[in-house]
């Protein structure tokens, strides 16, 4: 089955850095696209970058462009977020999602960014 375990989640201070990464398994990862989302506390979910099954294209929430970088790899089925210059803002948790007929999600992994 569809598995999608996060990792890589803390506390950082404004203006650190923060790489999540996403541990696929269960499915034909290379014919995907793969997505990250956060949930602030009281917010709804939203997509923070995606990126195609080729690796060639990706797209970010306004919000985090220039800042934050999507990408994957396919020896290890893994898809990161490299996340520079984080904000309070980006404070939230956040989750891998892949869409195969339907949505799949990982647990969840929680980013503080906070002095």
């Known amino acids: 089955q569809v598995q999608l375990v996060e990792s890589g989640g803390g506390l950082v201070q404004p203006g650190g850095s923060l790489r999540l990464s996403c541990a696929a398994s269960?499915?034909?990862?290379?014919?995907?696209?793969m997505n990250w989302y956060r949930q602030a506390p009281g917010k709804e979910r939203e997509l923070v970058a995606s990126i195609n099954s080729g690796g060639g294209m990706t797209n970010y929430a306004d919000s985090v462009t220039g800042r934050f970088t999507i990408s994957r790899d396919y020896v290890k089925n893994t898809v990161y977020l490299q996340m520079n210059s984080l904000k309070p803002e980006d404070t939230a948790v956040y989750y891998c999602?892949?869409?195969?007929?339907?949505?799949?999600w990982g647990q969840g992994t929680q980013v503080t960014v906070s002095s």
């Open positions: 999602n892949v869409q195969i007929r339907g949505d799949y």
């Open positions: 269960g499915f034909a990862f290379s014919r995907y696209r």
